[in-house]
């Protein structure tokens, strides 16, 4: 196997080990192919949501790893489906 392979698209080894979809996580990859930073829960009137930050940056090695286009691309399909 090679280490593309093993790396699954991601940029370093660390991104890749780091990345979850559980929700818990620190660095999610949503449904959307989104990496995500999670900054925590917040309540607001009484319901607790994550709150969910893009990045555009590996925060290990520094790679763009998501372009606005990506992010925009990618958050209009998610608006679509609640639509």
């Known amino acids: 196997m090679t280490e ?6 991601f940029c370093c080894e660390e991104l890749a080990e780091a990345v ?6 620190s660095l999610i990859e949503h449904d959307s192919g989104l990496i995500l930073l999670n900054l925590g829960e917040r309540e607001e009137e009484g319901e607790t ?14 790679t763009e790893i ?12 998610v608006e679509e489906t609640f639509n």
């Open 66 to 77: 998501q372009t606005d286009e990506d992010i925009e691309a990618a958050l209009g399909a």
């Open 4 to 9: 593309d392979t093993e790396l699954a698209g």
């Open 49 to 62: 949501g994550l709150m969910l930050a893009t990045i555009h940056f590996c925060p290990f090695c520094g």
């Open 20 to 25: 979850s979809p559980d929700t818990t996580a």
